[in-house]
């Protein structure tokens, strides 16, 4: 299986500051990666497709860019909802994979 | 509106079996595929199998290969998720998932149902 590493597994940051979180694959996955948000006890939510593809309906604060084996996922302004945990996944290979999650939490 | 139900988890033992069931509504169930994610409390997601829109195609994570069994009902508009021989490992919240129309993601997910592998 393709293994996915996320970096960092947890930062703080404020309301207004830009993030920006790594996602890296163990072989290419060309731009088959996607970024999702989670909150606690609710589903992940879809943020981007295909390394930089918006989802409908998500702010354009969050961006998504990378090809082959290094992708980041970041939000240009932090907002109060955005406060979650934040999972990359695979979907080059039949076996689907994900990263290990980046909590971001509030300074 | 576009939703996905899950239900059928609860508390088994080790050994035993669950049937897990997904309701769709909003959409043309028949035109997508469907997958089963789980996460096990404290960890990521994990994707368990999907199955193409006919029935016809199926494939599932080693860790559950010749023990879980993917199926659809397009006439109910519902996905299921046959588990036998379960473990302690596979101790999880259960969510039903639907891949993108046009790209190979999660666009679309249920609540989740929680199964609890414990003697």
């Known amino acids: 299986d393709i293994q996915m590493t996320q970096s960092p597994s947890s930062l703080s940051a404020s309301v207004g500051d830009r993030v920006t979180i790594t996602c890296r694959a163990s072989q290419t996955v060309s731009r088959f990666l996607n970024w999702y948000q989670q909150k606690p006890g609710k589903a992940p939510k879809l943020l981007i497709y295909?390394?930089?593809s918006l989802q409908s309906g998500v702010p354009s604060r969050f961006s998504g860019s990378g090809s082959g084996t290094d992708f980041t996922l970041t939000i240009s302004s932090l907002q109060p909802e955005d406060f979650a945990t934040y999972h990359c996944?695979?979907?080059?290979?039949?076996?689907?994979?994900f990263g290990g999650g980046t909590k971001v939490e509030i300074k | 509106e576009v939703q996905l139900v899950e239900s059928g988890g609860g508390s088994v033992q080790p050994g035993g079996s669950l049937r897990l069931s997904c309701a769709a509504s909003g959409f043309t169930f028949s035109n997508y595929w469907m997958h089963w994610v789980r996460q096990a409390p404290g960890k990521g997601p994990v994707w368990v199998s999907r199955i193409k829109t006919d029935g016809s195609s199926t494939s599932y994570a080693d860790s559950v290969k010749g023990r879980f069994t993917i199926s659809r009902d397009n006439a109910k508009n519902t996905l299921y998720l046959q588990m036998n021989s379960l473990r302690a490992e596979d101790t999880a919240v259960y969510y039903c998932a639907r891949r993108g129309a046009a790209y190979d993601a999660f666009d679309i997910w249920g609540q989740g149902t929680m199964v609890t592998v414990s003697s």
């Open positions: 996944q695979q979907s080059y290979s039949i076996s689907l994979t």
């Open positions: 295909d390394a930089s």
